[in-house]
């Protein structure tokens, strides 16, 4: 059984920071990719942020600058700094993780179940 827990959501003012982090545990051989998804109210989930295991990231054009993603690999987990947040960033923030469970096994995709992040003033 896998599961992947996440913190750090809440209220924030525009223009202020958070820390969402997110921890994997259970019976995980390798972790490829890492990552945070966003959705918006009315609006499809969509990709923030990933990192592989070694490291190679890739952000949303809305948030490059503004948010950084950081991982580690002997802990199983994975960072999100959020810093001059807008409103528009306001949404149920999901860790995502495509991991395999044995040594050659298939890759499966996990979700956490979301942390609220609003930005309001």
């Known amino acids: 059984q896998v599961q992947l827990v996440e913190s750090g959501g809440g209220l924030v003012q525009p223009g202020g920071s958070l820390r969402l982090s997110c921890a994997a545990s259970?019976?995980?051989?390798?972790?490829?990719?890492m990552g945070w998804y966003r959705q918006g109210p009315g609006k499809q989930r969509e990709l923030v942020a990933l990192?592989?295991?070694?490291?190679?990231?890739n952000y949303a054009d809305s948030v490059k600058g503004r948010f950084t993603i950081s991982r580690d690999n002997a802990k199983n987990t994975v960072s999100l700094q959020m810093n001059s947040l807008k409103p528009e960033d306001t949404a149920v923030y999901y860790c995502?993780?495509?991991?395999?469970?044995?040594?050659?096994?298939?890759?499966?995709?996990?979700w956490g179940q979301g942390t609220q992040v609003t930005v309001s003033s």
């Open positions: 995502n993780a495509l991991l395999t469970l044995n040594s050659g096994g298939m890759n499966y995709n996990y």
């Open positions: 259970g019976s995980i051989f390798s972790i490829t990719v």
């Open positions: 990192i592989t295991s070694r490291g190679g990231t």
